[in-house]
């Protein structure tokens, strides 16, 4: 079965330094992966998609994610954290029936 | 092109009463899904539409919970009689096929 685990729940950077929100999957097969991101009060927001392409995915407003297979993992990163990045980001791995899983979720602050 | 909607984008209503949530997709996309988020709890799947069939309502968490899509177009879903542990945010999301899965930006409901 697939199950998606978000490291961190909560992480805190300061403004202009570096972000990583880390995401294991498990899954007997090569699975398509994404992250969402949640603003507070607004709805889910796709920030980018790995589907057995590229195995590095660029996104919206500057993020990516690195599709590591021998590490089961699909960590998020942007290279310069700015105040509107503040949220909640979603991993969530595709399932072999038409569905989609959600990890718990990491909160991200940012720090003027 | 109209993104997922969904109505009403919140809701609070009292114990023992009946609410019903609607969604309405992007147009021509086949799939639909219910997902909703308790308080401090994971995003978890509730049912998954194709066309007006019920292709997997596994994740509905009890007969409470009464999902339709006549028609194949929107969807309702009707909570009666709402209890406390329902409070929560509830995504509608669409797609053609599961590597693009559009959400909504989900209804807010609060039970008292």
């Known amino acids: 079965a697939q199950s998606v685990t978000q490291l961190d729940s909560h992480v805190s950077v300061s403004e202009g330094t570096p972000v990583l929100l880390r995401c294991n999957y498990s899954s007997s097969y090569s699975p398509s992966l994404f992250w969402y991101v949640q603003h507070p009060n607004k709805g889910l927001q796709l920030l980018l998609k790995?589907?057995?392409?590229?195995?590095l995915v660029k996104g919206i407003n500057g993020f990516e994610a690195e599709f590591k297979k021998s590490e089961t993992s699909f960590h998020l990163t942007k290279p310069s954290a700015h105040m509107s990045d503040a949220a909640e980001y979603f991993c969530v791995v595709e399932t072999s029936y038409d569905k989609v899983i959600f990890g718990p979720g990491t909160s991200l602050s940012v720090i003027p | 092109e109209a993104g997922v909607t969904q109505f009403p984008s919140h809701s609070v209503i009292e114990k023992g009463q009946t609410v019903t949530l609607r969604c309405d997709p992007i147009?021509?996309?086949?799939?639909l899904y219910w997902y909703r988020r308790v308080m401090g709890k994971e995003i978890k799947f509730l049912l998954h539409f194709v066309k007006e069939s019920k292709q997997d309502e596994s994740g509905m968490p009890n007969n409470r919970f009464l999902a339709e899509r006549t028609g194949g177009t929107y969807s309702t879903l009707k909570v009666q009689p709402a209890e406390l542990e329902d409070s929560g945010v509830y995504f509608c999301a669409s797609s053609l096929g599961p590597l693009a899965v559009y959400f909504g930006p989900g209804t807010r409901l609060t039970v008292t």
């Open positions: 790995y589907t057995s392409a590229a195995t």
């Open positions: 147009s021509g996309h086949d799939n």
